[in-house]
């Protein structure tokens, strides 16, 4: 059995007075909440008041992106390390914003990897295909490409696997959860030819437009093992309605 894995990634929103003040609504809602990991991604700059707001609750804190370098001459850049330092358990590497704006090529999305479960951190790794391949009939192709390059080298421990198809992001445009589950299907078939029955314990993330309406009806099927959520994950209510789906049919 999967445990379900439902992630807020809050992309460039909220302030550290935003960010302490959803914990202070969100955390003590959640409480109870024991059958899922429930994982809050705030920007870097609110990460120290996240750790701080969120040390002895059940709610894990993530970063939404990392360096693959150690330490260094590098402007801007975040280490593996500290964000392992400040409380991060996780990290998002691979966002189709980050490949898209920032030029995370396959080959860096799989050092930034690298990198992290080097340091000990779990990796949410995003892939997903954009409108113009799908509709090409290249939704697969480009799966099998982002999987086999982005997890070269890289053993399954502490991986969760995020399909966000760029389509869904942001638009209000849900994969259907048939859509959702075949291309899930898909991705656990190629995990499986990487790591044989392990693929069976990693989860899959649906993300793109979740809602507290639309997800029950993505986490009934069989290979959605939970959801990265963008837009309604920064209301404190509808996150709270996400992460206590119902998870029936
Ligand atoms: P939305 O939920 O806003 O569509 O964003 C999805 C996403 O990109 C999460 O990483």
Same mark, same amino acid.
């Given at each position: 059995?999967?445990?379900?894995?439902?992630?807020?990634?809050?992309?460039?929103?909220?302030?550290?007075?935003?960010?302490?003040?959803?914990?202070?609504?969100?955390? !003590?809602?959640?409480?109870?909440?024991?059958?899922?990991?429930?994982?809050?991604?705030?920007?870097?700059?609110?990460?120290?008041?996240?750790?701080?707001?969120?040390?002895? *609750?059940?709610?894990?804190?993530?970063?939404?992106?990392?360096?693959?370098?150690?330490?260094?001459?590098?402007?801007?850049?975040?280490?593996?390390?500290?964000?392992?330092?400040? %409380?991060?358990?996780?990290?998002?590497?691979?966002?189709?914003?980050?490949?898209?704006?920032?030029?995370?090529?396959?080959? =860096?999305?799989?050092?930034?990897?690298?990198?992290?479960?080097?340091?000990?951190? %779990?990796?949410?790794?995003?892939?997903?295909?954009?409108?113009?391949?799908?509709?090409?009939?290249? *939704?697969?192709? =480009?799966?099998?490409?982002?999987?086999?390059?982005?997890?070269?080298?890289?053993?399954?421990?502490?991986? =969760?696997?995020?399909?966000? !198809?760029?389509?869904?992001? %942001?638009?209000?445009?849900?994969? *259907? !959860?048939? @859509?959702? @589950?075949?291309?899930?299907?898909?991705?656990?078939?190629?995990?499986?030819?990487?790591?044989?029955?392990?693929?069976?314990?990693?989860?899959?993330?649906?993300?793109?437009?979740?809602?507290?309406?639309?997800?029950?009806?993505?986490?009934?099927?069989?290979?959605?093992?939970?959801?990265?959520?963008?837009?309604?994950?920064?209301?404190?209510?509808?996150?709270?309605?996400?992460? *206590?789906?119902?998870?029936? @049919?």
């Amino acid at each position: 059995m999967r445990k379900p894995f439902i992630a807020a990634n809050w992309k460039m929103n909220k302030t550290s007075s935003e960010t302490r003040e959803f914990i202070s609504g969100f955390v !003590p809602a959640v409480k109870d909440v024991t059958d899922v990991d429930i994982v809050l991604a705030p920007p870097f700059t609110s990460l120290a008041i996240a750790s701080e707001n969120l040390k002895n *609750t059940n709610v894990l804190l993530a970063a939404q992106d990392i360096f693959y370098e150690e330490k260094g001459a590098y402007t801007g850049e975040v280490s593996p390390l500290m964000l392992i330092d400040i %409380g991060c358990k996780y990290v998002i590497i691979g966002h189709s914003e980050r490949r898209q704006y920032f030029n995370d090529t396959d080959e =860096v999305v799989n050092k930034k990897i690298i990198a992290a479960k080097k340091a000990g951190l %779990g990796v949410i790794f995003c892939i997903g295909e954009s409108l113009a391949e799908r509709d090409a009939g290249k *939704t697969f192709e =480009v799966l099998q490409r982002e999987i086999i390059n982005g997890l070269k080298g890289i053993d399954e421990k502490d991986i =969760v696997v995020a399909y966000e !198809p760029l389509w869904a992001i %942001g638009t209000g445009k849900t994969a *259907t !959860p048939e @859509q959702a @589950q075949e291309a899930h299907a898909y991705i656990r078939e190629r995990l499986g030819i990487l790591y044989g029955n392990n693929a069976d314990e990693i989860r899959i993330l649906y993300g793109g437009s979740v809602t507290p309406e639309n997800m029950n009806s993505l986490m009934v099927c069989n290979d959605v093992d939970g959801a990265l959520v963008g837009g309604a994950s920064l209301k404190v209510e509808s996150f709270i309605k996400i992460v *206590t789906f119902r998870g029936e @049919q």
